[in-house]
């Protein structure tokens, strides 16, 4: 109990609390938000490939904050999907930020107003929540809007820049700079594949299920769109069910 009491002593939204934590979340968002703008580059290439005009990838991104989830959301938009396809695939691609939410909300002291509560979900990001959750003590708030205030400009702006590219680079450019995001994607699941062999099982059944599923007489007159809520809600019920992590990191004996 004392020592609940002393991190809630900590925690105070005080002018100069405040500042002094927006400053120190500004500071740490710096790497982040420059790797940010890098990767935001080729995701605007994508979104110029979808029609999209550089202000609409710039509040694309302000408004989002998800690679994954604006990747098929763009993608989607070029396939001309319908709004119910491209509502689903962005709460599927995004439930993660669920967990994370619920999780960061423990990190929050209890008196925390809903205002900064909401805030401080909205602007969750796979790097911002590690940030965050990694603070000692109770999380004051100011420090996430502090990251997300250098972080997400980055992304936005890395969004806009990337598709007014290109707009003016030659075709055969723009092709070769849309592969860059691929690249991204590689980066995330290679790592954990060659970690678990249970996850790089995953990725190559996901791979050739996408395959079949574009091959496959009924599903393969379903959009592209449809398809892929299909096989990621399917194979990844599939794996939570037989493959269950525990509270300890560990699956099925191994650790994760």
């Not at 996430?144 to 980055?154: D, M, Y």
């Not at 060659?194 to 995953?202: D, E, K």
């Not at 079949?212 to 393969?220: K, R, T, W, Y």
């Not at 809600?233 to 939570?240: F, K, L, M, Q």
């Amino acid at each position: 109990m004392n020592k609940y009491i002393k991190q809630k002593q900590n925690q105070s939204f005080s002018p100069f609390s405040r500042n002094r934590e927006l400053l120190s979340g500004f500071r740490d968002g710096i790497p982040i938000g420059l790797g940010y703008f890098a990767v935001a580059f080729s995701l605007g290439i994508a979104a110029r490939s979808a029609g999209l005009s550089a202000f609409q990838g710039f509040l694309a991104s302000i408004l989002t904050n998800a690679s994954a989830g604006e990747y098929a959301v763009f993608s989607l938009i070029g396939a001309n999907a319908a709004y119910l396809e491209v509502a689903i695939i962005t709460i599927v691609t995004n439930a993660r930020y669920l967990l994370m939410s619920c999780a960061l909300s423990q990190k929050l002291s209890p008196d925390t107003p809903l205002s900064l509560r909401l805030l401080t979900g909205f602007g969750i990001t796979d790097e911002i929540f590690g940030i965050s959750i990694a603070r000692q003590g109770f999380l004051n708030p100011w420090y996430t809007f502090g990251a997300l205030l250098f972080a997400s400009p980055c992304w936005a702006a890395g969004t806009a820049l990337g598709i007014i590219a290109g707009n003016m680079l030659p075709a055969r450019i723009v092709s070769a700079l849309s592969v860059a995001l691929f690249g991204m994607f590689l980066a995330v699941i290679i790592p954990p594949s060659r970690r678990n062999r249970v996850v790089a099982g995953l990725v190559l059944i996901s791979f050739a299920a996408s395959w079949a599923a574009g091959i496959i007489p009924v599903l393969s007159s379903l959009s592209e769109g449809t398809r892929t809520i299909i096989l990621t809600v399917a194979i990844s019920a599939a794996a939570a069910l037989i493959f269950p992590v525990n509270q300890n990191g560990e699956e099925n004996g191994h650790e994760s």
